[in-house]
C-alpha cells in the first residue's frame, strides 16, 4: 500500500513496557523516525534509524527495524504517565528531498 | 538542534480572509517545510520553502493558496489565503540541516480555525 500504517490506539500501564508499532511502505527508504506530539504541542523527535540497521537504543526507548517486512517498531521501557501523546512514525523517501512520509499517529494512554 | 519559533501560536478567521504564518530559526538552516494536520489526522507536507526561489509543492497544493517566501536562512512564511472551514488545521514549520543524515525538527505549529 501506500501508507505508512500504525495502530490508532495503546493503552498501558504505568511501568509497564509499550510497544507501538508501524508498517512503512518503501523498502528503499533511507531513515525511519519516531515523533512525539503531546497536546498543543509540535512534534518532537523522540529517535531516528538509518535503514541499514537493526535496533537501536537510546535510554527507555528502543526501536527496531525489520527492513524485509517493512516493521518499524518503538518500545518504550517503564511507562509514565508523562509518556502519554500521540506517536508518529514517518518513513525519508530516497534522494536528496528530504521527504518524510507519516503514519496516523498512536495515541498512548498510560493509566495507573 | 535549532529553536523554532512560529507566529501566531493560534488564530480564529474569518472565511474569505489570508493569514500569515512565520516561523524563525535560530540558526540558518539549509531546508524549510511547511506540514498541514487536519483535525484528528496525521501530517501532509503542503511545500518545500526554497531560499531565494520559489517553493516547490507537493500535489494537491498551489502556490495561489498556499503562498510561501523565505527570503533568508533563518525565516519563512505561509500565507494560508482565501480561507474556508476546510482549511481549521494545524500549520507546523519543520527545518533540517545539511547532510542526508539530518533529521527534521518541527515548530510547535500554528492552530488555526476558520469560522
Known amino acids: 500500500g501506500e501508507d505508512v500504517e500504525q495502530s490508532l490506539f495503546l493503552s498501558v500501564r504505568e511501568g509497564d513496557s509499550s510497544v507501538i508499532n508501524c508498517t512503512y511502505t518503501d523498502s528503499s527508504s533511507t531513515y525511519l523516525y519516531w515523533y512525539k506530539q503531546e497536546p498543543g504541542a509540535g512534534l518532537q523527535l523522540l529517535t531516528y534509524i538509518f535503514s541499514n540497521m537493526d535496533m537501536k537504543q537510546d535510554q527507555r526507548l528502543t526501536v527496531l527495524l525489520n527492513k524485509k517486512d517493512k516493521h518499524l517498531s518503538l518500545r518504550i521501557a517503564d511507562t509514565q504517565t508523562g509518556d502519554s501523546a500521540i506517536y508518529f512514525c514517518?518513513?525519508?523517501?530516497?534522494?536528496?528531498?528530504?521527504?518524510?512520509?507519516f503514519g496516523a499517529g498512536t495515541r498512548l494512554a498510560v493509566h495507573p | 538542534s535549532a529553536v523554532i519559533s512560529q507566529k501566531p501560536s493560534r488564530d480564529i478567521c474569518q472565511r474569505g480572509t489570508s493569514l500569515t504564518i512565520q516561523c524563525q530559526v535560530d540558526?540558518?538552516?539549509?531546508?524549510m517545510f511547511w506540514y498541514r494536520q487536519q483535525p484528528g489526522q496525521s501530517l501532509t507536507l503542503i511545500a518545500t520553502?526554497?531560499?531565494?526561489?520559489?517553493?516547490?509543492?507537493e500535489s494537491g497544493f498551489v502556490i495561489d493558496k498556499f503562498p510561501i517566501s523565505r527570503p533568508n536562512l533563518t525565516f519563512s512564511t505561509l500565507t494560508v489565503s482565501n480561507m474556508s472551514p476546510e482549511d481549521s488545521s494545524i500549520y507546523l514549520c519543520?527545518?533540517?540541516?545539511?547532510?542526508?543524515?539530518?533529521?527534521?525538527?518541527f515548530g510547535d505549529g500554528t492552530r488555526l480555525s476558520i469560522l
Open positions: 520553502a526554497n531560499q531565494g526561489s520559489e517553493a516547490t509543492y
Open positions: 540558526s540558518q538552516v539549509t531546508m
Open positions: 514517518a518513513e525519508r523517501k530516497p534522494g536528496g528531498y528530504n521527504k518524510l512520509i
Open positions: 519543520s527545518v533540517a540541516g545539511t547532510g542526508s543524515d539530518q533529521p527534521q525538527h
